[in-house]
């Protein structure tokens, strides 16, 4: 009886402390959004932000963008993770959590960057443009590369959901996804948007894509070692 306690008060203890982790992500991240929507209205004089109100769900909209490509590079840094052997000096149940977790707030923000431009009468843009790759004007190459990582990050993220319909071999293979959906994005947030030109986000994009090609590179060299 008393180690059914026990184990019960950490297993709750433990869920708790995710919780807060969650937590901590989720107002983090609208931190970050906050701050990158003042920066990216950096130089604006008021009347030019008062009179000029398009400009700012294009602003909201490279916020959000910069936003769900962390929270993805996140989630994608968590899963490697958990599928090295780095992953045993973590709590396996936790960084799986924070793994869906990310991915699923990558995927909303990723949804909200783009869809706040449902608003922008300057680009004035119909809903099909948004879901189907190529339907923009401009950067159509870069932007249809954003929309097909999304649609490929939908599906990784969804499918912890039908998981147990599909069976472990399937999933598996499924979420290998991942990677085409990352490298997309990568690509995207270089060849689209004036900001990505600014010297912070090159640096945290080169980072963070850098971190991820050696954790990959650390697993394939992993299985073929296994091999």
Same mark, same amino acid.
């Given at each position: 009886m008393h180690t059914d306690n026990l184990t019960h008060s950490q297993a709750t203890s433990n869920t708790s402390l995710l919780v807060q982790v969650m937590w901590i992500v989720l107002i983090l991240s609208i931190a970050i959004g906050v701050g990158s929507y003042m920066l990216l209205m950096w130089g604006e004089t008021v009347s030019q932000l008062l009179t000029a109100t398009d400009k700012h769900f294009w602003y909201l909209s490279r916020a959000s963008g910069v936003i769900a490509y962390a929270l993805f590079w996140l989630a994608?840094? =968590?899963g490697l993770l958990l599928s090295t052997r780095l992953g &045993?000096?973590?709590n396996a149940a936790r960084v799986f959590a924070l793994h869906q977790y990310l991915s699923l707030m990558a995927v909303g923000f990723a949804a909200f960057h783009a869809g706040i431009l449902l608003a922008? $009468?300057?680009? $004035?843009l119909h809903i099909w443009q948004i879901l189907v790759p190529f339907g923009f004007q401009t950067?159509?190459? /870069? +932007?249809a590369l954003g929309q097909m990582g999304f649609w490929l990050l939908f599906i990784c993220?969804?499918? =912890? @959901? !039908? &998981? &147990? @319909?599909i069976g472990q071999s399937v999933w598996r293979w499924l979420h290998f996804l991942t990677f085409t959906a990352? %490298? #997309? !994005?990568? !690509?995207? +947030? =270089? %060849?689209? /948007?004036s900001d990505s030109r600014a010297l912070p986000l090159l640096l945290f994009y080169a980072s963070s894509q850098t971190l991820v090609f050696v954790l990959t590179s @650390?697993?394939? #060299?992993m299985m073929k070692q296994v091999k």
């Open positions: 994608v840094v =968590f &045993k000096h973590f922008d $009468n300057y680009l $004035n950067d159509r190459v /870069g +932007v993220a969804f499918s =912890f @959901y !039908i &998981k &147990k @319909y990352y %490298m #997309l !994005i990568s !690509i995207h +947030v =270089f %060849m689209v /948007g @650390y697993r394939l #060299l």
